[in-house]
């Protein structure tokens, strides 16, 4: 499919991405095609549809129908180099599709250290059990990193920043080595967007998404999407369509909706979440501010070199304080929901574990006191700063000091 308009900023191909006349008509959105039957003028039309699997053709619907294509092309259109973009009904079924794609029985797969708890799930449990051994690494250290490969190494998954504690990591450098063992390298970009760090043209081979964080935006839809250039997008085309990964028109028709308005969502969220970090960077009672959009921080420089933009998630710890003074501030909070996901129009504090999950890369890492550990994660969303900051401040007076 194509790249449209790839010369313009991010905000005119966010408003023209996806929007064919041929699927449109003469409204504005795509409307909402709701099928499983694509009906056929006769028997001749019915075989030249099995036997043609273009994009963009109406067959049955597991292969979608305009609201989809209409959507799978927007995200085409956003991720320089990309050929295509396959959409999933979860951003999970996203990361394990991408994977199913490259890996088979003797294979073994390098995940960075920091990664999305599921993804660590799939590897260590489903992915184990079809004979893919699994590798983890630190994300900081690239000697170690390069140490791991192996003849039989495919693929690797980079996450970063990392979506609980926010390393950010050399990308660029991590998808170079894998090219040049011939593994496959696979980012979750969720974090970032394609307006923030487009994967494709820093060098990686698959850009995966959570739509259910900032592309939904509403809190209200579950889907995911991987982008690639041609090659591998018809590995991830012909996987999806075996495992019959489908989404629905009225979920496609949602995500459209919130694509809209992604860059001036980040752009508002990142601002409010940079005045909070600073803010809480001040505070006696903070140890560390996992954010790194915030000058002087230890991910900013990587950051800075790497990205266009960023969004409202990030963390921080609590300085020398146990889980049930973190309980106290979190529960206090009036403003802020607890619950997972990220990347809605409202704010959302979590509670946050780390170190259990780690296997490669220690946590806390050198340089923290050991009972600075307890971590909160915060998505910041739409509201006003100061009340954000207000709502924080009483929180921390009911957590009382230490
Ligand atoms: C939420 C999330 C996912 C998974 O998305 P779902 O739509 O919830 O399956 C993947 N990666 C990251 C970094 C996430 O935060």
Redesign the pocket.
């Known amino acids: 499919m194509s790249n449209n308009g790839a010369d313009k900023k991010a905000g005119t191909r966010l408003v023209g991405a996806g929007r064919k006349p041929e699927w449109t008509g003469a409204v504005v959105n795509p409307p909402v095609w709701r099928a499983s039957t694509h009906l056929y003028e006769n028997c001749a039309a019915l075989k030249e549809g099995t036997q043609d699997n273009a994009d963009g053709r109406f067959f049955y619907g597991r292969r979608g129908a305009p609201t989809q294509w209409a959507l799978a092309d927007a995200l085409t259109e956003l991720e320089p180099c990309a050929f295509g973009t396959v959409l999933y009904p979860?951003?999970?079924?996203?990361?394990s599709g991408a994977l199913m794609s490259v890996l088979s029985p003797g294979n073994t797969l390098l995940v960075t250290d920091n990664?999305?708890e599921?993804?660590r799930l799939m590897a260590n449990g489903l992915f184990k059990r079809l004979g893919v051994e699994t590798r983890y690494f630190d994300p900081l250290d690239l000697n170690a990193y390069r140490a791991l490969f192996c003849e039989n190494t495919k693929a690797v998954l980079i996450?970063s920043p990392?979506?609980l504690t926010m390393e950010v990591c050399d990308t660029p450098a991590l998808a170079a080595i894998a090219r040049e063992h011939g593994a496959v390298s696979m980012i979750?970009n969720?974090?970032a967007t394609p307006l923030g760090f487009p994967a494709l043209q820093h060098g990686c081979d698959m850009a995966?998404?959570?739509?259910?964080?900032h592309v939904g935006g509403h809190s209200d839809l579950?889907?995911?999407s991987v982008s690639a250039g041609e090659r591998l997008y018809k590995r991830l085309r012909q996987t999806a369509q075996t495992l019959g990964h489908v989404v629905s028109p009225d979920d496609a028709a949602l995500a459209l909706r919130g694509l809209r308005t992604l860059e001036l969502r980040l752009q508002k969220q990142t601002s409010t979440a940079l005045k909070i970090a600073e803010w809480l960077q001040k505070r006696g009672d903070v140890a560390h501010v996992l954010c790194p959009m915030l000058p002087g921080s230890s991910d900013y420089d990587l950051w800075e070199r790497d990205f266009a933009g960023a969004c409202g998630?990030f963390s921080f710890v609590l300085k020398g304080r146990d889980a049930d003074a973190r309980a106290r501030l979190i529960d206090a909070l009036e403003l802020f929901g607890i619950g997972?996901?990220?990347?809605g129009f409202e704010s959302l504090a979590l509670p946050a574990n780390p170190a259990p999950i780690r296997s490669a890369a220690k946590w806390p890492p050198e340089g923290y006191e050991a009972n600075d550990k307890q971590v909160i994660r915060l998505s910041i969303g739409l509201e006003d700063a100061d009340d954000l900051i207000a709502d924080l401040s009483q929180a921390f007076d009911v957590m009382g000091p230490a």
Request: hydrophobic share 45%; proline share 3%; no cysteine.
């Open positions: 979860s951003g999970v079924a996203a990361i990664a999305y599921p993804s996450e990392g979506s979750d969720t974090w995966i998404m959570a739509l259910t964080k579950m889907m995911g998630l997972y996901s990220w990347g």
